[in-house]
T-cell receptor
Framework: AQSVTQPDIHITVSEGASLELRCNYS??????LFWYVQSPGQGLQLLLK??????LVQGIKGFEAEFKRSQSSFNLRKPSVHWSDAAEYFC????????????FGAGTRLAVHP | NAGVTQTPKFRILKIGQSMTLQCTQD?????MYWYRQDPGMGLKLIYY???????DKGEVPNGYNVSRSTTEDFPLRLELAAPSQTSVYFC????????????FGNGTRLTVT
């Protein structure tokens, strides 16, 4: 069955430190891959997406993500975290085959220390 | 520049009551979705629609109904509210399904007591 796993429920980093949020999926083919961010009391906003091509994709707010087929992973990275990056981050995986849906991971809550 | 608008923002229901969560979008998107978000569980798809007059079940449709009479509106109906339906509900839309990003509303926080 298709599934999406975000192993880290909560991460705390210091402002200016680098960040990597993990995402793994289970699927037989290459899916569509997304990262969304949710600020408190808000809906989700798309950070970046991967469909095909270059496996390193750039997104908004200085985020990037790398698709690694061999590891079934799509980890999100940022070289230097800002206090405003504190939010919840969701990895989402789209599976084709006539069922137009995304499966979301459980989310990783990021706290940023000054 | 409204995007996806959900009403109400908050609601408290008693067990057995019914209500409709409203969702409207002004981007002329064909695809619309209803998700529920529970702590530590991510978002689960309740229903989705690929165009006016077409709806289909998602992962957790039981206890809910939807309709899509216009491109703009996609209301979610709870007929007999149960405590298990306490959640935050998000409506989203997209232009072309999987290969276009979802645009989310700000959510409706529903409590059933």
């Amino acid at each position: 069955a298709q599934s999406v796993t975000q192993p880290d429920i909560h991460i705390t980093v210091s402002e200016g430190a680098s960040l990597e949020l993990r995402c793994n999926y289970s699927y037989g083919a290459t899916p569509y891959l997304f990262w969304y961010v949710q600020s408190p009391g808000q809906g989700l906003q798309l950070l970046l997406k991967y469909f095909s091509g270059d496996t390193l994709v750039q997104g908004i707010k200085g985020f990037e993500a790398e698709f690694k087929r061999s590891q079934s992973s799509f980890n999100l990275r940022k070289p230097s975290v800002h206090w405003s990056d504190a939010a919840e981050y969701f990895c989402a995986v789209g599976f084709s085959g006539g069922y137009n849906k995304l499966i979301f991971g459980a989310g990783t809550r990021l706290a940023v220390h000054p | 520049n409204a995007g996806v608008t959900q009403t109400p923002k908050f609601r408290i229901l008693k067990i057995g009551q019914s209500m409709t969560l409203q969702c409207t979008q002004d981007m002329n998107h064909n695809y619309m979705y209803w998700y529920r978000q529970d702590p530590g569980m991510g978002l689960k798809l309740i229903y989705y629609s690929v165009g006016a007059g077409i709806t289909d079940k998602g992962e957790v449709p039981n206890g809910y109904n939807v309709s899509r009479s216009t491109t703009e509106d996609f209301p979610l109906r709870l007929e007999l509210a149960a405590p298990s339906q306490t959640s935050v509900y998000f409506c989203a839309s997209s232009y072309q399904g999987l290969n276009s990003p979802l645009h989310f509303g700000n959510g409706t926080r529903l409590t059933v007591t």
